[in-house]
């Protein structure tokens, strides 16, 4: 069973489509926004740059922001809406409370479009462009992204808890909470290598709170190292910055080797031990399929890149609200009325 798992993920790396990939059944387009907002695009990207330029973690911001959108709902945008009488938002979920950040950059973009296209371009959209446009300046490839999503009218505090792997997630659940969303093991390790994580970012260009890591560092007694996968002299480094106790908002890069650029040392570290969060490790330590996968990506820096791409384009068109349903909000915090 394994390997034959094993040999279709292998096929699978081996017939990449194109970067130019639509969603299937042609309700999403890139050219949605053509006559409606041709600007649309342009602006997103530059005020995206301005934010990027300005910190340069906002681009691991701005990536996990479309990746807690997507895996709760669809990509509605429910994400970024604020408590209400009747809403409760969803920046109040574990995975998202004191982490998720950009809010005030999707703000911004949204205030650019609504004066050069009023009622036009959705919030569910600029998510998913300013991801796309953060991974370019990250070192990333570009790709066409589907438009033509609708915005939520209401969010899933629920759903973000329940649907969002954990730092300390088991494999299995992993695999489980991507199969519900459409996802692959391709598209699982491609996307870790970018989006999966709680903390403050994405894995090759963002951070991770020493709260995350903490219990794979100390055992329950004596100094001995929790987790055997970690390499000793990296958990040395980190118990440095991370304390038994205390520290937990402390912040580690998650790809101490090039953190701000988009690229695959998150596979090199991880076959080398130094992998920051659980739900890194396992995905090298639990099975021989995703063990292959990451072996790949280690040492083909492009077929990652080009992968991720396509994987985006596929996670970012779960679920989406099109043609009359949902609505195009004026502000992305609260729905019109």
């Avoid at 998150?266 to 739900?279: C, E, P, Q, R």
Wanted: glycine share 8%; hydrophobic share 40%; proline share 4%.
């Amino acid at each position: 069973m394994v390997a034959s798992l094993s040999c279709l993920v292998f096929i699978s790396l081996l017939s990449l489509a194109p970067l130019s990939v639509v969603a299937e059944g042609g309700n999403l387009y890139p050219q949605f926004y053509d006559r409606t907002c041709p600007k649309a695009q342009e602006i997103v990207r530059s005020v995206v740059q301005q934010a990027v330029a300005k910190e340069v973690r906002m681009a691991a911001s701005l990536l996990r922001l479309e990746f807690h959108d997507c895996f709760v709902k669809g990509c509605d945008a429910s994400n970024l809406l604020d408590n209400s009488s009747n809403i409760v938002s969803e920046k109040g979920s574990n995975p998202n409370r004191n982490s998720a950040r950009g809010f005030e950059v999707i703000d911004d973009v949204k205030a650019a479009l609504e004066k050069e296209c009023p009622r036009t371009v959705s919030c569910a959209d600029i998510l998913a462009l300013a991801a796309r446009d953060s991974t370019v300046l990250a070192g990333g490839l570009s790709w066409e992204v589907p438009l033509g999503r609708r915005d939520s009218l209401g969010a899933s505090i629920k759903g973000s808890n329940s649907n969002i792997p954990a730092p300390n997630s088991t494999l299995p659940t992993i695999i489980t909470k991507f199969k519900r969303r459409g996802l692959d093991l391709v598209d699982l390790v491609a996307l870790s290598g970018k989006v999966l994580k709680t903390g403050a970012g994405s894995h090759t260009i963002g951070n991770a709170r020493c709260t995350s890591f903490r219990q794979r560092l100390y055992s329950q007694s004596g100094n001995e190292i929790a987790d055997a996968y970690v390499e000793a002299s990296f958990a040395v480094q980190l118990r440095n910055g991370c304390p038994r106790s205390g520290g937990d908002d402390n912040l580690f890069f998650l790809d101490a080797a090039t953190p701000t650029n988009f690229d695959n040392f998150y596979f090199k570290n991880i076959v080398a031990g130094k992998g920051l969060l659980s739900s890194d490790e396992v995905l090298f330590t639990k099975s021989p399929a995703t063990m292959a996968i990451v072996k790949q990506y280690a040492a083909d820096n492009e077929l990652f890149l080009r992968q991720f791409a396509k994987s985006m384009v596929k996670m970012s068109s779960i679920s989406p609200l099109t043609g009359t349903e949902g609505e195009i909000r004026v502000s992305c915090r609260k729905i019109n009325g």
